[in-house]
């Protein structure tokens, strides 16, 4: 028994890159990709990822190079996910809507080698090349044309389609010598405003994949549309997924309630991803852009803890939500929120309300768990107790790029993965998100959950949406400052603090309410916190008794 | 991003005994195992599988010791995949239909060091450990009671139920230090008479299980059937599957036609697994067996090419068949016949002469080839030149117990997995199982496929079996003799050979075809097709021209 481990037959690296292949073979007349008119087959855009990888190569890309991409989910954008890693080198995709110095910092941090871009988003990519410091060099620039775009100024010397053509369909991909090779970086977006740079390997991905398509339990050639962009932690797998399960991808340049209604009627969609704020867009949507839905359509929801008020108005236009619960650093969901039968038979607002809960690890998952920040000992599960969510299975990621010390403080040589979300365990083992450890309000010694109080705010009829921070308070340390923005105006401050005294501890209750016609947003749809904070801290300290409004 | 890599949270083994803790949370109400009037809950069987482990550990079993089963489908056979490894010994299912000498020979050689039993085993159990070898230290046996078996003489000092109450239901669990750690070992047992012992780790079993969860799409809380015996390659994965969806395991002790169509019906099964002969036992049932299925209920068949034939008659029930290939040392079915829409609208015959192909690689297989034994390089896709078919992926096991020579000469160093199958690869990439290596008949310097002349023998109306083996000739080496059992009697060799003679090249048609009321069988009900082979051989060599009938 000492004797037998690991032989060459059994220890080829594990790698998601494989299942394009067999795409091929099995669904090779089948849709891949539909982008407006232009439908491609998986024979078709296997051939066009091995081109891409070929033509890298030609270029000089080799193993471990980073190539970045600056695109909305179009065809080229899907053929990336492939087609890089294919040539060896690192797919880094950088979100679209990051102002030019961001972008500029990432190329560079990136040392990235060559940039895919969009005609729409080539002046912020010109901005950003400005913006490099003198004498770094420059990565090449190779423009996507799209049909539906006018061609801006030739920046680029070679196109998409010409870079295609110097490549070969038949090429040999370069596989990863290890499964631990990476394969893909992505710069955290969001409620931080210092992005970093999550490396995944190639065995990362390929089981978040996995794990991914059976926990979701996805069939065979679902009809899949992306309004979940794919620079968002690689759309949470799916990419790679839909190629394991010759799947159609379904593309669209921009998304509002009207391109996906009628996306979903037109291609019979089956599945779709997207942060919570898709799923209010498709409850508010005006009714001259609904179609009808072709069927049940499942979404996977996750990045924010949905209002349970909206789940429950999506699914009574007939959309099957899914709740789960993953972080860049995880490649995908790890938690989700696993139904039961039984609560089928609770009422609406009893199944939203355990909806909105993240839930139980997924099946390729290894442990997750809620853990004292002091002691690192699990949490009491009564659904009460906060502490921050620890995770280790094999997809978490390598770690962050030429950044030791923030790898060293998230990775702990305790085995876990330190997210930064704070959470409870609820008795019946699911866990339940209460905030980003930072977003946490202490108060007199009392932690409040900016998140409880948002669910409040978000139950009162005349708000649309709600973010409470922490505001410097002179006896307490800090107090609940709630921002808001209203459906109607006829709500005063006084009106949603009385609504939140009725339903919540008196210490929980924003001492301060700013309402704002909108609320400041990162590009996935996160309303920006740490944005609101330094509002909150300019304001100055409340004082003892106070009460203030804006 | 040279220094990323590994890390303590992304590098805890990969195994899929976690599956049953994630049930107990998620599912623990839900029931796990029904077997007669007994229904455990997940919560149930996890405490159970803990117990057994800690009990095993108590009992001074230690990590790498092998733990015997001689077990039908029973809860305790269930309990033992994930209770025996729970206690880091490695799982030995013994095929319950060998002989004491052999049994004998497995205990021997996998040094057991305890063997669970079931009470109709007894006698069996207690010759093969009066065949171990004088100072051989016998292993620790354990009765499993069965309610519907009498006791027997005991033998066993101490009973299953016994062994669990010495257990602590919150025991922690023996991980595994290396996903490479050794899991389960089983003797392929079958076509051949030299069964050697093939190793497992927790990283194949894990990979396995999630890709045939994924290749089969099987939804969450499946109700599954337990025809295919857990000591055959462990039940293809499925004891480990069925945990990872939560869904129920029906256990029968026996599987016939009429237990089968009846539980089917009680329990709304939506899944099985069996080897083609199970099908056929479906399809013929008399009309006092069966049942209305209660809905549709998948199959998934491997172990051989089911006779077209058969596979029209199930479906026309209303079964849903799979058709997989893989072998004892993939842990499961590693390929499979994808199907594809268009082919629905061929007629019947078409349909299951594609289905009855093996298929392409599943999605978390990494490649397979068909190769010529002599050159190493890839056979044409033509549909026709034969060549053996090789695998790499993460499932392939760790190697033969002991048998360095046998791992050696299966796992090669070009890092392909040798499967001892003929097959050819169809234009389209679809695999086809034409032989065994050894099964081939090589006529005047011709290969024929055995497998090929069978399927033509089972097209005669009157044909209930054929197996066609070689028989030596003197002039041409080997000729095909065909072994037949009829459904009726008023058929001579002489038709049999008209029949084949009209539909196959002369060289294929069978020289020599032998009657039989019934073939040989192994336990999982393939044709033992070298107990033929030995019969064909005492025959002695055909003459030029002759044809010779029993």
Excluded at 175 to 187: A, C, F, I, K
Excluded at 349 to 371: C, F, N, W, Y
Excluded at 448 to 454: G, N
Aim: proline share 8%; net charge neutral.
């Amino acid at each position: 028994m000492e004797k037998l481990g690991a032989n060459p037959a059994n220890s080829c690296p594990l790698t998601p890159l494989g299942f394009l292949e067999r795409a091929a073979t099995v669904f090779g007349d089948c849709p891949s990709v539909v982008y407006g008119s232009a439908v491609f087959t998986w024979s078709q855009t296997h051939r066009r990822c091995l081109r891409l990888a070929s033509a890298l190569v030609s270029l000089g890309i080799s193993r471990r190079d980073v190539v970045s991409v600056l695109l909305p989910n179009v065809p080229a954008m899907y053929e990336a996910h492939f087609g890089v890693p294919m040539s060896g080198a690192v797919l880094n995709t950088i979100n679209t809507r990051l102002d030019a110095r961001t972008v500029s910092v990432l190329l560079r941090h990136s040392g990235s080698r060559l940039v895919l871009v969009d005609p729409a988003l080539v002046p912020l990519l010109d901005d950003a090349l400005r913006l490099l410091p003198p004498g770094h060099p420059a990565p090449r620039v190779v423009l996507v044309e799209d049909p539906s775009e006018k061609d801006p100024t030739p920046a680029a010397a070679l196109t998409y389609e010409r870079l295609l053509e110097m490549g070969d369909p038949d090429f040999v991909w370069v596989r990863p010598t290890s499964e631990w090779d990476p394969m893909v970086l992505n710069y955290t977006s969001g409620t931080t405003s210092a992005p970093k740079g999550v490396v995944h390997c190639h065995r990362g991905i390929f089981l978040v994949t996995l794990d991914s398509l059976v926990d979701w339990a996805v069939p065979p050639r679902p009809t899949y549309l992306w309004t979940l962009p794919m620079f968002h932690a690689n759309g949470w797998s799916f990419p790679w997924g839909m190629a394991a399960v010759g799947g159609t991808n379904v593309c669209l340049r921009r998304v509002d309630a009207a391109s996906v209604y009628a996306a979903i009627a037109a291609h019979g969609v089956t599945h779709l991803c997207g942060a919570p704020v898709v799923l209010g867009m498709l409850a508010d949507a005006p009714e001259d852009a609904r179609r009808p839905l072709p069927g049940k359509v499942r979404i996977l929801t996750a990045g924010a803890p949905p209002p349970a008020d909206v789940l429950h108005r999506v699914e009574a236009i007939g959309f099957d939500v899914g709740h789960g619960y993953g972080l860049t650093e995880t490649g995908g969901h790890v938690v989700s929120c696993a139904w039961k039968g039984e609560w089928d038979k609770l009422p609406a607002s009893g199944r939203a309300r355990l909806k909105a809960r993240q839930g139980v690890r997924t099946p390729g998952m290894t442990e997750v768990d809620i853990v004292d920040g002091d002691t690192g000992r699990s949490v009491p599960r009564d659904g009460a107790t906060m502490g921050e969510i620890v995770l280790r299975c094999g997809c978490i990621m390598l770690g962050y790029l030429n950044d030791g010390e923030a790898t060293k403080a998230a990775v702990r040589e305790d085995g876990w993965f330190y997210t930064g979300d704070v959470g409870v365990m609820h008795p019946d083992g699911y866990l339940e998100i209460r905030d980003r450890s930072k977003d946490v309000i202490i108060s007199g010694g009392e932690n409040i959950s900016s998140v409880e109080v948002e669910s409040v705010l978000y139950g009162h009829p005349a708000v649309n949406e709600a973010a409470v921070v922490a505001r410097p308070d002179e006896f307490w340390g800090e107090t609940p400052c709630a921002f808001v923005s209203l459906k109607d105006g006829a709500v005063t401050a006084a009106d949603v603090m009385a609504w939140c005294r009725e339903r919540m501890a008196g210490y929980m209750v924003p001492k301060t309410v700013v309402f704002r016609a909108e609320l400041p947003k990162t590009s996935t749809g996160k309303i920006q916190k740490y944005v609101l904070r330094n509002l909150a801290k300019e304001m100055g300290p409340t004082r003892r008794g106070s009460s203030s409004k804006m």
